[in-house]
């Protein structure tokens, strides 16, 4: 008995051993758990603010401004209005400017027709001008009727470009 004794005691240390050993075993080979990802908050980062840059329009020029008008009509037509707003910004920047609204026909019609038709050509564009704002005591209103003709009155084209009003300025 002395012998099974004194043999138990060390198969109690061994089978200790054996134990821990197979415990360190367990937990060398057990999964790591995944990294936690522990959201980063950066500080705003602010934007640096795009240059305003001032878009200047160029001033108009109203001594090249034509304003057509269809066959034996003063009535303006629309497609007019966006450079008579643009003439009449102009003009109220420059109050004390005198400004002439010539009238002119193309060659139909008879000479009285004519003049007649390019005053009133020229008086549609001074009211048109008068209801954008502009003071229109500096305007001066003159048809020509078939005189001072920009293209050939022989041709369907030519009439179409001598049916204007021409504004023209002193300073």
Do not use: W
């Not at 790591?32 to 980062?45: G, I, K, N, Y």
């Amino acid at each position: 008995m002395k012998l099974t004794k004194s043999l138990i005691v060390p198969a109690i240390i061994l089978s200790a051993l054996v134990t821990l050993q197979a415990c360190k075993a367990k937990k060398l080979v057990q999964k790591s758990a995944p990294p936690v990802e522990t959201p980063v908050t950066l500080a705003p980062v602010e934007q640096p603010k795009p240059a305003v840059v001032e878009e200047k329009k160029p001033e108009l020029d109203v001594n090249t401004v034509k304003i057509q008008f269809d066959f034996n009509s003063s009535i303006l037509k629309t497609e007019s209005y966006s450079l008579l707003d643009a003439v009449a910004s102009e003009m109220k920047l420059h109050p004390s400017a005198k400004y002439f609204l010539n009238g002119y026909a193309s060659i139909e019609g008879t000479n009285e027709q004519n003049l007649a038709l390019s005053t009133d050509r020229a008086n549609s564009v001074k009211s048109y001008l008068l209801n954008a704002g502009v003071n229109t005591t500096g305007i001066e209103v003159k048809g020509y009727g078939t005189s001072n003709p920009v293209a050939d009155n022989n041709t369907e084209e030519g009439k179409i470009l001598n049916r204007r009003v021409e504004i023209k300025t002193q300073n």
